[in-house]
């Protein structure tokens, strides 16, 4: 398992770095768009919602994306409208008046949880795109360091109920991966941080990408599964594999912002 781990890191992360850096940024949109909609679609698989509320959350999701990068603002207005048009659609498209809270708000609920979030990502691609190999490598190495180091002495759970395998000394790794990531990656690669400034930026990285994966898990134990889905076997869905980027995105955009090194 963990020479899987590492030949599959080993082949995917240059072939990121080289989609990030290289490609123009309608490319990263394109990977976006991709992620989001898949994610959705495993989010309204686990909650059974189908026809055209799962139809509409997802072409919601896209306009959202799409937005986003035209106007170059993360959460862009069509939001409000893309809900609005979700309410109709139930209020029309269903007359039995019967779970339409239930059905309305996880169509919504996926919308603002995985397309909305995602969309901090696009502003940060066009302010530089090494800040999106920055996120991405803080968020990777900070897993990493909580998967090994909650393997290797984790025994206090961290939060049972909501995640049995995580443990407090993962957390504590997941920090302390997120600090070393952001110092190293400046240091080779942002140039635009430095000192306590990458050192921060990794710690809020790796704290929030905790809380990122403890919110999956508790969809997941609400809608009664183990993984989002099986498209990647042996690891679980997409959503899976982003939970921790959703809301590290969106914070590292934040702070970065408030460190004033985003405008």
């Known amino acids: 398992m963990h020479l899987k781990r590492i030949a599959t890191a080993a082949l995917l992360l240059p072939l990121f770095y080289f989609y990030i850096m290289k490609l123009p940024e309608a490319f990263f949109l394109a990977l976006l768009l991709t992620l989001s909609v898949v994610a959705q679609w495993e989010f309204y698989s686990m909650y059974h919602v189908s026809g055209l509320m799962k139809n509409s959350g997802m072409f919601s999701g896209v306009l959202a994306l799409l937005s986003a990068y035209l106007l170059q603002r993360p959460f862009a207005p069509v939001l409000i409208y893309s809900f609005m048009a979700i309410f109709v659609i139930r209020l029309f498209g269903k007359r039995d008046p019967v779970s339409s809270l ?4 996880s169509t919504v609920l996926a919308v603002l949880y995985i397309p909305g979030l995602l969309s901090f990502q696009l502003s940060l691609r066009h302010d530089r795109p090494e800040w999106i190999i920055f996120l ?4 990777w190495i900070a897993d990493s360091f909580a998967y090994y180091i909650g393997k290797a002495v984790g025994k206090r759970k961290l939060y049972a109920a909501v995640s049995p395998n995580k443990t407090v000394a993962g957390a504590v ?4 991966g997120g600090c070393l990531a952001g110092w190293f990656l400046d240091a080779v690669l942002v140039h635009a941080l430095g000192g306590w400034r990458a050192v921060a930026g990794g710690l809020v990285i790796g704290a929030v990408t905790i809380v990122g994966d403890l919110v999956e898990s508790m969809f997941k134990r609400d809608a009664g599964v183990k993984d ?3 498209i990647i076997p042996g690891h679980g869905g997409i959503l899976d594999k982003i939970d921790g980027v959703l809301f590290a995105g969106p914070v590292f955009y934040w702070v970065s912002r ?3 090194v985003i405008v």
């Open 102 to 105: 239930r059905d309305v708000s």
């Open 136 to 139: 991405f490598g803080c968020v």
């Open 173 to 176: 790794g997941s920090l302390l």
């Open 228 to 230: 989002s889905s099986n």
């Open 258 to 260: 408030a460190m004033g």
